[in-house]
């Protein structure tokens, strides 16, 4: 039983190319997020969404654009892919959003990479 | 904003030794503290939390960590560590709002 499932798990793609990962928890918590590790393993937030709203958004190019159809649901879709894009991106999930000590639990990762 | 500084990008140690992880961060405000362990191709897992209360906070595995508020660190110790503790190891700050704060990371090596 995953808790934080993640998928495609490896995407190797061109340059200029459009993409999406997909992101599912089935712990039943509010709140969903994507980080960005980078080839140095520095861990960055890119986005949360409490209840299906964007609550947080890191100064991220408009060429990321997540998507949460439901609770259980968030999903990254990438455009016009640049090979500064490849890292390993996570999702992560916790129950809710207003207190701070909230475990957020992880998904494995997807690392895509760009040629 | 908050900062977190990890102080060792790596640290080696022979089995059955102990272990320290050291984490310094920076805020203006009251933080929550936690560690993280990222084993290879796997995402994170959390080995303990700081939230309030006891400065000294255990989690899984036998790790423990102290909160020091005068010298704002969040160091991450194990009496005695394995070769299945080989990993890396973030720390991380939350000042409300759920949005987490890594330090760069710390690789354990345990070497037999």
Redesign the interface.
């Known amino acids: 039983d995953t808790a934080?499932s993640q998928t495609p798990k490896y995407l190797v793609t061109q340059m200029g190319n459009d993409k999406s990962i997909k992101c599912e928890q089935n712990l039943g918590h509010d709140?969903m997020?994507w980080y960005k590790q980078d080839s140095?393993?520095?861990?960055?937030?890119m986005f949360?969404y409490n209840n299906k709203e964007l609550?947080?958004n890191e100064t991220v190019p408009n060429r990321f654009s997540p998507k949460s159809p439901d609770k259980a649901h968030l999903n990254l879709h990438i455009n016009s892919l640049e090979l500064g894009d490849s890292a390993v991106y996570?999702c992560?999930s916790?129950r809710?959003?207003r207190?701070?000590?909230?475990?957020?639990?992880?998904?494995?990762?997807t690392r895509l990479t760009v040629l | 904003a908050q900062s977190v500084t990890q102080l060792d990008s790596q640290v080696p140690v022979f089995e059955e030794a102990p272990v320290e992880l050291r984490c310094n961060y920076s805020s203006s405000v009251s933080?929550?503290l936690?560690w993280?362990v990222q084993y290879p191709?796997?995402?994170?897992?959390?080995l303990l939390?700081y939230?309030s209360g006891s400065t000294l906070v255990k989690g899984i595995n036998g790790f423990e960590a102290e909160f020091n508020k005068s010298q704002t660190s969040f160091h991450l110790r194990k009496p005695s560590v394995h070769i299945s503790d080989t990993a890396?190891y973030?720390c991380a700050v939350?000042?409300?709002?759920?949005?987490?704060?890594?330090g760069?990371?710390t690789i354990l090596r345990v070497k037999s």
């Open positions: 934080v709140t997020y140095k393993k520095f861990l960055k937030i949360s609550i947080i996570f992560a916790s809710r959003l207190e701070g000590g909230d475990t957020q639990y992880f998904g494995p990762g | 933080v929550y936690f993280y191709n796997q995402g994170l897992q959390l939390k939230l890396e973030f939350s000042a409300g709002g759920n949005k987490l704060v890594f760069a990371g």
